[in-house]
């Protein structure tokens, strides 16, 4: 008789416990707003560009920006950002737009297949630590960081990028 009693006050708790859960919801949802207004941020605004920063463009469209850095001292470093990445790629594509970023430090029209490279370790400069390059989901960056007090090496870096 006793497992009876329990039984049966287990399930009239438990019949008690889901009505309660099932109960209809105050209209909070549905009631007139407050009277704080509900506000919107515009984001399709630019970002303000520190006053540290130079900025430009070149005749054919390309944007740069120059900064100043203490660190790494004696040392300037070039990207060149490509606003393309995997996102273009069709399913029959996948991962040739990261391809693509490895084969170009590999020879191009004007420098040999480890020119690049040598030319770069020649300086002082280490594949990987100072030439690198990423490919993510909208953008593929090509980075160079140059000895600054190498002559001609600035030069060469930019023509590095752009072919």
């Known amino acids: 008789m006793p497992n009876k009693l329990v039984f049966t006050l287990f399930l009239m708790g438990a019949f008690l416990l889901c009505s309660g859960c099932s109960a209809p919801l105050s209209n909070t949802l549905t009631d007139k707003p407050s009277s704080m207004p509900l506000t919107t941020s515009d984001f399709s605004g630019a970002l303000p560009i520190s006053p540290r920063i130079i900025k430009g463009q070149l005749d054919n469209g390309i944007t740069y920006l120059i900064r100043q850095n203490k ?66 989901f909208d953008e593929t960056v090509y980075k160079l960081q140059i000895p600054s007090a190498e002559k001609g090496a600035l030069e060469k870096g930019v023509h590095i990028l752009e072919n």
């Open 71 to 136: 660190t790494p001292e004696k040392r300037a470093e070039i990207r060149l950002i490509v606003k393309a990445g995997s996102i273009l790629e069709d399913d029959n594509q996948q991962g040739f737009a990261h391809f693509v970023e490895h084969m170009a430090f590999n020879g191009t029209e004007d420098f040999d297949k480890q020119e690049i490279v040598e030319y770069v370790e020649s300086i002082g400069m280490k594949f990987g630590a100072h030439l690198n390059a990423y490919t993510s």
